[in-house]
């Protein structure tokens, strides 16, 4: 049923259709729980872990040699507002699997400097789905952003792609993060409205 | 322990004029779930032809207050939601809404204090809800507030606030002014700052303080820093942003 006396701005206009109950948005704003890290690529490292012992583990110097993309991307915020073809640089989940064999599990739970954690189907990180991703429209990624590197997942809510990233636990059983356990849906598909529990 | 959020009809009880830019409404809502203080709800407008429009509001209100929450609404003079409901609605109109919405941004008496609480703008909305539910639940944790905001007649809830300090010594607000020209206004003036922030933990006696922090993008991020330098723990700091603008 109709709100008595609402219209709508729609206004701007967003160039191709955007998940319900979301807004175009042109700029780029944050959402953090905390204060904002500061990581130093000097000491960052990120690490793929199993029963949290590290099956490979990378410096900064060493994530930066292997293979980029640039890619192009939509961001879904849960806070309702989408950010269209935004332009990123960074590295295939894929190929930081690569280095550790063959992987049984079907659950991923991202970590971050500071605390922050999220959890994934395996499915939704794999097949060019993710990435490490450490430039933001030609620039090294803002610290407010998740700088320098953060994980990308643009086809869920972006609060799956957790800034200031540092680990990726490989795990048989799901299991809540950071947000998850505090009542956001468990996948947090935008297009089918998956904000919160029960969505 | 999973529960649904459900969407769920709110009249609108009574509409309160903050400040010129803020207004308070009062919505009833059947069966309002228990929430936390510093958990927020979805407001959905739905325009005739079907278009809808969501964005969240932080509860201002106490827990105790029973079937009612209170969103305190600040105009955002270009924005979408925020003139209709200075503009359009009026008591008795019905709202859809489901909540209450947050975990990591609340705070209960049980889990106990300090508290230090720092509000740029509306961003005193849920740090508002944490007061009043000190008050209502017979707290003594020991808590200081600063509140930045533009000019005097920008603060919200301005007496309310007085009295929580007035009838409690273990209460400490701190208003600071940062467009203020009235040479009346005897307070503080500026930004949040070190020394507000050093003499707020003084007060505490400890720099453990549990620390909220809400407001625009930039108050945000540089009162969280503030408190990280003033040696207040990483993990004891949590934040909430409204948006872009700042105070
Ligand atoms: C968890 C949460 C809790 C919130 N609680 C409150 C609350 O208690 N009280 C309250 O007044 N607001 C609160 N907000 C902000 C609120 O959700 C809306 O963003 C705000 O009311 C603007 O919506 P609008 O439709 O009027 O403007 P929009 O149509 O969304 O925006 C118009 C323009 O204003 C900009 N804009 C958006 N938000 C803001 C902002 N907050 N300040 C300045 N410019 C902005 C946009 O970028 C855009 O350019 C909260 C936001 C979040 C995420």
Redesign the pocket.
Known sequence: MATRGFFG?RRPEPPREIPPGQ?F?T?F?T?TAGPTPRVDTDTWSFSITRAKSPLATWTWDQMMELPQEKITVDLHCV?KWSKLDSEWKGISFDTLLEAVGEVTEEYVMIGSYGGYTTNLPLDDVTDGKAWLAFEFEGEPLERNHGGPARFLVPHLYLWKSAKWVNSIELMDQDAPGFWEASGYHMRGDPWREERYWGD | MQHRVLWQKAIVEEIIDETPR?KSFRLRIDDRPPFRSGQ?YDVRLTAPDGYQ?Q????I?SAPESEGVID??????E??????FFHQVVKVGDEIKMRGPI?GPFTWTSDTGGPLLLLAGG?GV??LMSMLRHRSAAGSSVRTALIYSARTTVDVIYRDELGNFESEDTEVRSTITLTREDDAGWTGERGRVSTRLIDDALAFLKTTNAKVFVCG?DGFVEAAAELALAAGVPFQSIKT??????GT
């Open positions: 701005l807004y948005e700029g704003p959402l806070t | 803020t927020h429009a964005r969240s509001y932080s201002a969103l305190t609404i600040e105009i955002i270009s924005g979408e939601v925020s003139p947050g509306s909305v849920p625009p909430e942003r409204f948006g872009p603008s």
